[in-house]
């Protein structure tokens, strides 16, 4: 079973943060809603999801899981300034929301989420009955 994204509203996200883009008239502000790229791998035990959040502080971050979806969401805050104002800002800065569905084989009760050099990496156990195993033929 795959790893679904769930993401209801991810078309009108999507829309709004390219008519932002658009809109903006401001060179100096930079600070919206944003969606970090996120790659699912599927081992035999377990489902990785890795998030590309560089900049955000790991204590801002919060993965929570209910009712078989996985919710992680975070800010990147807009950098300070040292010597007055920005001219150009093009790293987007703000909060962002990610949510995937989870399978049923997935145990929720075995979840797991490490950070290191600006990749979140949710580590996801799958459940016991869902193993492949080898059943034996006996003979009688």
Known sequence: MNLKHYEPISVFNALSQELDRWMDNNPGQATR?????????????HYFVRLDVPGVDPQKIEVRVEKSVLTV???REAPASEAGRFTRVERIQGKF???FRLPDVANDEAIEADYAQGVLTVRIAKKQSSQPRQIEVRVS
Not at 33 to 45: L, N, R, Y
């Open 33 to 45: 809603a944003w969606t970090p790229a996120a790659d699912i791998e599927e081992t035999d035990g």
């Open 73 to 75: 969401e975070g800010e």
């Open 97 to 99: 929301v990610r949510q």
